[in-house]
């Protein structure tokens, strides 16, 4: 049973897999599509991507990255393209989610989640800047002090980091701060069907507080600075869900009294 705007229509479970199956050819067509035009300026996603580390220390050395197998600079140059084509096509990709499950909301129920949906890229975008912009140079700048100036006695220790380990460490690191900063979205839409409260989130802050820093241990770097600049932001998003969730409240007992 599908409910759509004021009244319930019935579709076939053929007709949801035809309308999924649909739906997923749309995402697919739009990522393979979007893979060949981050493909042709992967040099420029590369540059990108490696900047921060270009950018490290004042002594203006040329710094360098390395392959070490004849296939590893090519599969990186598509694992680019293939980031840079998920990236570009999220919009598209929570669109279609939206369409398909839009027809089996009533009206109301579509205006109180379209929100949510406008906020998950923005929220996944942020996550991403965080991470390139103050989270990455900060990690990048404590890792690359250890290198060793050699001289009498000593061997000099030089950053020559793997092109395809770099890249997936910097990839890795941008995906998850922008799925750790949908946080909201996720306890929001949880207040919103009922499966929790402020005051539940509230009580349960102690543990959010220590999810936060075990998530951040997983996927940051093993240093305490990058894996902090992950845990307090979840922490303060952790804050802004209880706030929100208290504004959401009245508006659902308001709407439950109308029913």
């Known amino acids: 049973m599908t409910s759509t705007g004021s009244k319930d229509t019935t579709m076939p479970l053929l007709d949801h897999l035809s309308e999924l199956r649909r739906r997923l050819i749309f995402c697919f067509v739009g990522v393979i599509l979007a893979f060949f035009l981050c493909y042709a300026f992967s040099q420029n996603i590369y540059n990108f991507l490696v900047e921060p580390l270009a950018n490290i220390g004042s002594d203006g050395r040329q710094r360098r990255m390395i392959f070490t197998g004849l296939h590893e600079a090519f599969f990186t140059q598509v694992k680019v393209a293939f980031f840079g084509a998920v990236f570009l096509m999220f919009p598209l990709i929570a669109t279609q989610i939206w369409r398909f499950v839009a027809p089996g909301l009533y009206t109301k129920e579509k205006r109180a989640f379209l929100p949510f949906l406008l906020a998950t890229p923005v929220l996944f975008l942020l996550g991403a800047v965080t991470v390139y912009y103050v989270v990455i140079p900060i990690a990048w700048e404590f890792f690359v002090s250890f290198e060793q100036i050699g001289g009498q006695g000593t061997l000099p220790m030089e950053l020559e980091p793997k092109v395809n380990e770099y890249l997936s460490l910097v990839m890795g690191l941008i995906l998850a701060f922008g799925i750790c900063f949908e946080l909201p979205i996720f306890l929001l839409l949880a207040t919103k069907v009922g499966i929790t409260n402020a005051e539940g989130?509230?009580?349960?802050?102690?543990?959010?507080?220590?999810?936060?820093?075990?998530?951040?241990?997983?996927?940051?770097?093993?240093?305490?600075?990058?894996?902090?600049?992950?845990?307090?932001?979840?922490?303060?998003?952790y804050e802004l869900s209880i706030f929100f969730a208290r504004h959401i409240e009245p508006e659902l007992e308001e709407t439950d009294a109308l029913d």
Do not use: E, H
Not at 204 to 225: C, G, N, Q, S
């Open 201 to 237: 989130l509230k009580k349960k802050r102690k543990y959010a507080i220590l999810f936060a820093f075990v998530l951040a241990a997983i996927v940051t770097p093993p240093d305490v600075i990058s894996q902090v600049l992950l845990a307090v932001p979840i922490i303060i998003l």
